[in-house]
Nanobody
């Protein structure tokens, strides 16, 4: 079973940047898609970006497409989310998730992913 551990969250001022990491262990190679999500208090979990392990293709939510970049380092079994121009409304707990059967293209949701990390908190405030 795959395990995912997020890191890199923290406190940042508006306009700042953070890079989140998702380190994967277990049956890594069989997992097809890795996604990043976030959830703010009282809100639904929101899909941000997804990367397909088979071909490295990526997909983004429109709300973050111009500011966030997903990438991977297969040697380190890690997926990253570079977040730039952060805003207070980006404050949330950020999660990575994995699924062996999903190919991210177009609509994908939290319920499409089987395995989840514990999350890392991002707080954007002056």
């Amino acid at each position: 079973q795959v395990q995912l551990v997020e890191s890199g969250g923290g406190f940042v001022q508006p306009g700042g940047s953070l890079r989140l990491s998702c380190t994967i262990s277990g049956s890594t190679l069989e997992y097809h898609a890795i996604g990043w999500f976030r959830q703010a208090p009282g809100k639904e979990r929101e899909g941000l970006s997804c990367i397909n392990s088979s071909d490295g293709s990526t997909d983004y939510a429109d709300s973050v497409k111009s500011r966030f970049t997903i990438s991977r380092d297969t040697a380190k079994a890690s997926v990253y989310l570079q977040m730039n121009s952060l805003k207070p409304e980006d404050t949330a707990k950020y999660y990575c998730a994995a699924d062996p059967d999903l190919y991210c293209s177009g609509t994908w949701r939290a319920t499409d992913f089987r395995s989840w990390g514990q999350g890392t908190q991002v707080t954007v405030s002056s």
